[in-house]
């Protein structure tokens, strides 16, 4: 006899945990009210295909994957907290239909959830979570910048909401032994430092001194296969005459520094909107790579010279551009100052 949920909920309550474990197995109709009864330190929000959970103890989180609806695209939960066990679970046995996947843990810190499970296990789930349509992590980014400005030592830290690393450059990261070919060997993290890599960046920054025709286009094009995350990309050579690429999802964050929130619905591949081009005239090559991999750009700006100095840029006399790849651009403003 097939009984109303509300009348198996009361009668569980009155049971012991290892007596309602048995009832789970019992039929199907009891399946269902002996796990909500198990698991009633969790609070649930169900939709057609996305479940809402505040959860209280870790192991509650299987239940939530019990009861996510067959075709569930969308989790999203509140832990206290996430043990390094978990969070091999969350990676192994998430369903495959899950494209959506939000995680809070709201009663540990920063720095003290990092220093309980390892920045190993922290990263590695960040990096699962990457692989979904979209994921959010409160806290969790990724920035790196390079820099030959910088010593050579290298360091990972967390500042805030987010994880940099920072790496001064070896001209031998840059060139080969003959010092006129760039290779491009970055000092990426790796296994021996983290589970960090290319990636999972979000934010990529280099800063140099060195002046060669075609580094800073191979660093674009470095940068535009190997990151899928990226957000904001900046490319700046301060050798005489200076060149800048900066690459962004919005007009304001050209001109802002820091790193932001991940947000996956804005990459910048396929939803870039701004680039910055400056202290020259991109070729057709770099036109190109741009539109390939930034086919949405709405607004870009080449600039030649130096404001208030004289102009050590060479300005081509006849040049010719063809920008009708770009079907979304709006504007093209090319600044000349002498």
Same mark, same amino acid.
């Given at each position: 006899?097939?009984?109303? +949920?509300?009348?198996?909920?009361?009668?569980?309550?009155?049971?012991?945990?290892?007596?309602?474990?048995?009832?789970?197995?019992?039929?199907?109709?009891?399946?269902?009210?002996?796990?909500?009864?198990?698991?009633?330190?969790?609070?649930?929000?169900?939709?057609?295909?996305?479940?809402?959970?505040?959860?209280?103890?870790?192991?509650?989180?299987?239940?939530?994957?019990?009861?996510?609806?067959?075709?569930?695209?969308?989790?999203?939960?509140?832990?206290? +907290?996430?043990?390094?066990?978990?969070?091999?679970?969350?990676?192994?046995?998430?369903?495959?239909?899950?494209?959506?996947?939000?995680?809070?843990?709201?009663?540990?810190?920063?720095?003290?959830?990092?220093?309980?499970?390892?920045?190993?296990?922290?990263?590695?789930?960040?990096?699962?979570?990457?692989?979904?349509?979209? !994921?959010?992590?409160?806290?969790?980014?990724?920035?790196?910048?390079?820099?030959?400005?910088?010593?050579?030592?290298?360091?990972?830290?967390?500042?805030?909401?987010?994880?940099?690393?920072?790496?001064?450059?070896?001209? !031998?990261?840059?060139?080969?032994?003959?010092?006129?070919?760039?290779?491009?060997?970055?000092?990426?993290?790796?296994?021996?430092?983290?589970?960090?890599?290319?990636?999972?960046?979000?934010?990529?920054?280099?800063?140099?001194?060195?002046?060669?025709?075609?580094?800073?286009?191979?660093?674009?094009?470095?940068?535009?296969?190997?990151?899928?995350?990226?957000?904001?990309?900046?490319?700046?050579?301060?050798?005489?005459?200076?060149?800048?690429?900066?690459?962004?999802?919005?007009?304001?964050?050209?001109?802002?520094?820091?790193?932001?929130?991940?947000?996956?619905?804005?990459?910048?591949?396929?939803?870039?909107?701004?680039?910055?081009?400056?202290?020259?005239?991109?070729?057709?090559?770099?036109?190109?790579?741009?539109?390939?991999?930034?086919?949405?750009?709405?607004?870009?700006?080449?600039?030649?010279?130096?404001?208030?100095?004289?102009?050590?840029?060479?300005?081509?006399?006849?040049?010719?551009?063809?920008?009708?790849?770009?079907?979304?651009?709006?504007?093209?403003?090319?600044?000349?100052?002498?």
């Amino acid at each position: 006899m097939n009984l109303p +949920n509300e009348i198996y909920l009361q009668i569980f309550n009155l049971l012991d945990k290892p007596t309602i474990i048995n009832c789970v197995t019992v039929c199907k109709d009891w399946t269902l009210p002996a796990f909500r009864v198990y698991y009633k330190d969790i609070t649930i929000n169900e939709d057609d295909d996305a479940l809402v959970a505040s959860v209280y103890y870790e192991e509650c989180f299987k239940y939530c994957l019990w009861i996510l609806p067959l075709d569930g695209k969308k989790l999203f939960v509140t832990f206290v +907290n996430v043990s390094a066990n978990y969070i091999e679970y969350i990676v192994k046995y998430l369903p495959q239909s899950v494209e959506c996947l939000d995680i809070i843990i709201n009663e540990i810190d920063l720095y003290d959830w990092i220093d309980e499970v390892g920045i190993d296990n922290a990263l590695k789930l960040a990096e699962f979570m990457r692989k979904l349509s979209s !994921a959010f992590l409160e806290w969790l980014s990724c920035a790196a910048s390079f820099s030959d400005f910088r010593s050579v030592h290298n360091f990972m830290k967390f500042s805030g909401e987010y994880l940099s690393f920072y790496h001064g450059l070896n001209y !031998a990261d840059l060139f080969d032994d003959s010092g006129e070919e760039p290779v491009l060997e970055l000092a990426v993290p790796d296994r021996t430092i983290s589970v960090v890599g290319l990636k999972v960046i979000n934010d990529f920054s280099f800063l140099m001194c060195i002046r060669h025709t075609e580094l800073a286009f191979k660093l674009l094009k470095y940068s535009l296969i190997n990151c899928p995350h990226l957000q904001s990309l900046a490319i700046i050579d301060l050798h005489s005459p200076p060149q800048e690429y900066i690459l962004s999802t919005n007009s304001i964050d050209v001109f802002r520094k820091g790193v932001k929130k991940y947000d996956p619905s804005t990459v910048l591949t396929g939803t870039s909107k701004v680039v910055k081009l400056k202290g020259f005239i991109p070729s057709q090559e770099c036109l190109d790579l741009l539109s390939c991999y930034l086919p949405d750009i709405q607004i870009l700006t080449c600039g030649i010279g130096r404001r208030g100095r004289s102009n050590d840029s060479e300005v081509p006399q006849n040049y010719v551009v063809d920008l009708t790849q770009f079907k979304s651009l709006q504007k093209s403003p090319l600044m000349l100052f002498f």
